[in-house]
């Protein structure tokens, strides 16, 4: 080596310096990340709203499909016999109470639990539990 490439290490006023060469592995860091794509965004929280309008939408094809509803009040299990022996103003006992929640089906699946209502002078019924599958013993 020559003197004056040693002078150059050693010598505190020399014009390079360590700091420079971390200033260059930083920018050089900077251009690398800059040149890479950015990770995708994580989605975005879909608003209830537009959730239920794209459900909706999805169903839109089964709208006219029919099905049927059956309110059940109660069950009773009687003979043959009995069945036979029934005539107009015959009573059954069923297995609920009066102010029990009744049973709702769509195609012979429980759905719903509700409370009968008379709207002037027809039955209905008010749902009061959604059921959810496998919840509720029919």
């Given at each position: 080596m020559s003197d004056s490439e040693t002078e150059a290490e050693t010598d505190p006023d020399s014009d390079l310096?360590?700091?420079?060469f971390a200033d260059d592995a930083a920018a050089d860091e900077a251009a690398q990340a800059a040149a890479q794509p950015a990770p995708p965004a994580p989605p975005a929280e879909i608003a209830p709203e537009v959730e239920e309008q794209k459900i909706a939408a999805d169903l839109e094809p089964v709208f006219?499909?029919?099905?049927r509803i059956s309110a059940v009040l109660g069950r009773t299990?009687?003979?043959?016999?009995?069945?036979?022996n029934l005539k107009h103003g015959s009573v059954l006992e069923m297995d609920r109470k009066v102010g029990e929640a009744i049973d709702i089906y769509v195609n012979n699946r429980l759905v719903?639990?509700?409370?009968?209502?008379?709207?002037?002078?027809?039955?209905?019924?008010?749902?009061t539990e959604i059921i959810k599958d496998g919840d509720g013993s029919a």
């Open positions: 310096k360590l700091e420079d006219d499909v029919p099905v299990q009687i003979d043959v016999n009995e069945l036979l719903a639990r509700g409370e009968v209502v008379v709207i002037e002078d027809q039955l209905g019924v008010t749902m």
